[in-house]
């Protein structure tokens, strides 16, 4: 069996946050920023906001899943950061 890629050994055992299982593979954006929202405000490790951790492990799972991610997938991705930044009463991106 080869072995686990850093990335995903950062995204399952992060000191920043403790993620529900398999948040990142759920189609409905809301509910992956719903759940990236209770998992940051659950968290007694994060170092910012609880905004900005689940901002961060939104980023970085697109970021390094990069190349292996669906357009369909990212675009998803992408609207859960959109969902997240509205959960939050945040500006959204132009």
Do not use: C
């Amino acid at each position: 069996m080869p072995a686990k890629r850093w990335s995903q050994d950062v995204t399952e055992h992060s000191d920043a946050l403790d993620l529900e299982d398999k948040v990142f593979e759920r189609e409905d954006p809301k509910a992956i920023a719903q759940s990236l929202k209770r998992s940051a405000e659950r968290s007694k490790r994060r170092k910012g906001t609880p905004f900005q951790s689940a901002m961060s492990m939104l980023t970085f799972y697109i970021n390094r899943a990069g190349k292996g991610l669906s357009d369909e997938r990212k675009t998803t991705l992408e609207k859960a950061k959109d969902e997240l930044r509205a959960l939050y009463g945040k500006p959204a991106k132009a």
